[in-house]
């Protein structure tokens, strides 16, 4: 199976504009997205897919890139426009802002689309802040490891802990952080931009839920390693002590 992985980058963060091109330890954003996808097992090519020529003049020095039509709704939309162009079986979707995703996570989520059409990975829970923070979204899954929901609740709800502190809850039950990485089968993409938002989607702001409502499995892989991304201007220096502290360049 050939699988591509796609770095969708766009300039115009409302929280963080130019975010791709800011210099993360004298690196762009960017670059070490790139750096890291390179270094997975199972791509056999990375792009970037952008609509910014400025950040198409910096990532086409580590990586061919796809311009894209700017009036995308989602990163997903404009995955499966390079999708249409470029050969590929799969395709893994990597966030444009997580210069520390471990390859090892982007093999696990491409290995799993030999046995599901889509797929994602999750690692434990195991912080109180993260617990009740909506913007870190939570995942349950069957016994085969196919997702069953999504959400930015805490799930599952623990009725006999009702009321307990967070860090007892997390110690009686193995909750799992969902982590923003996808692969898709090229034929499962082309399907899914083509379902219209759906009602769980819009109501917790996330896409992956329009693939659950109609019933795409989505398999999870379970993984040690957790990926900090770069949201806000803030997060550039956590990184960057995160990057020194495990004697990365």
């Known amino acids: 199976m050939r699988i591509l992985g796609v770095i969708p ?5 409302t929280r963080f504009p130019g975010k791709p091109l800011r210099l993360i330890a004298g690196r762009p954003l960017i670059q070490r997205v790139i750096e890291r996808c390179q270094q997975a097992s ?6 970037v897919a952008t609509d910014d020529p400025r950040i198409a003049e910096v990532a086409g020095r ?9 009036e995308h709704p989602s990163g997903t939309d404009r995955i499966a426009e390079v999708v249409t162009r470029r050969q590929c079986d799969a ?8 210069p520390l995703m471990d390859p090892a996570i982007i093999d696990a989520v491409a290995d799993l689309l030999d046995v599901f059409e889509m797929s ?9 802040l993260a617990y009740e923070n909506p913007n870190v979204v939570k995942v349950v899954c069957a016994a085969d490891g196919r997702a069953l929901y999504f959400s930015r609740r805490t799930i599952p709800y623990l009725r006999d802990y009702a009321g307990q502190p967070a860090n007892q809850q997390l110690a ?4 799992l ?23 769980l989607e819009a109501a917790e702001r996330l896409e992956q839920l329009r693939a659950l409502e109609n019933g795409m499995a989505i398999g999870v892989a379970r993984v040690a390693h957790d990926s900090v991304g770069v949201d806000l201007p803030e997060d550039v220096v956590r990184v960057e002590s995160l990057l020194k502290a495990a004697g990365l360049p």
């Not at 994602?120 to 109180?128: S, V, Y």
């Not at 982590?179 to 082309?190: E, S």
Request: proline share 9%; net charge positive; no cysteine.
């Open 172 to 175: 009686a039950f193995p909750f």
């Open 91 to 98: 395709v893994v979707n990597v966030q444009g802002d997580e």
């Open 9 to 13: 980058a766009r300039f115009a963060s």
């Open 42 to 47: 199972r791509l056999a090519e990375v792009v």
């Open 120 to 128: 994602t990975a999750a690692t434990p829970l195991g912080d109180p």
């Open 62 to 70: 580590f990586a061919p890139v796809e311009m894209t039509r700017p």
């Open 177 to 199: 952080k969902h982590l923003g990485i996808y692969g898709y089968r090229r034929a499962a993409l082309l399907r899914l931009v083509q379902y219209p938002v759906s009602s």
